[in-house]
């Protein structure tokens, strides 16, 4: 049996969709590290205030998919909350 190499470097990409004229909100697809498989979306949860991952039924996910989509909402959140107080501060 022979080695398919080294695992990827980035195990999943994240594609921003274009922000139709009522949102208010990003959201964005995942798919895999070779951008053939969606994965799931990213979007706004109103109910608490923060970016989630809807991953799509029958994905398998390893700890460092978990990770990197923990890191990525962290960011996503922290900038939506940065444009909220600066509209307040406005």
């Given at each position: 049996?022979?080695?398919y190499?080294?695992?990827?470097?980035?195990?999943?990409?994240?594609?921003?969709?274009?922000?139709m004229?009522?949102?208010?909100?990003d959201?964005?697809?995942?798919?895999?590290?070779?951008?053939?498989?969606?994965?799931?979306?990213?979007?706004?949860?109103?109910?608490?205030?923060?970016?989630?991952?809807?991953?799509?039924?029958?994905?398998?996910?390893?700890?460092?998919?978990?990770?990197?989509?923990?890191?990525?909402?962290?960011?996503?959140?922290?900038?939506w909350?940065?444009?909220?107080?600066?509209?307040?501060?406005?």
């Amino acid at each position: 049996m022979g080695s398919y190499g080294p695992p990827p470097k980035q195990f999943l990409h994240f594609y921003k969709y274009n922000r139709m004229p009522n949102q208010k909100t990003d959201r964005w697809q995942v798919t895999s590290h070779d951008k053939k498989v969606v994965l799931g979306i990213i979007r706004f949860y109103p109910q608490w205030r923060c970016y989630v991952s809807e991953p799509k039924a029958g994905t398998v996910w390893s700890w460092e998919c978990h990770k990197a989509i923990s890191e990525f909402i962290n960011e996503q959140t922290q900038l939506w909350r940065e444009s909220i107080r600066a509209r307040k501060n406005k």
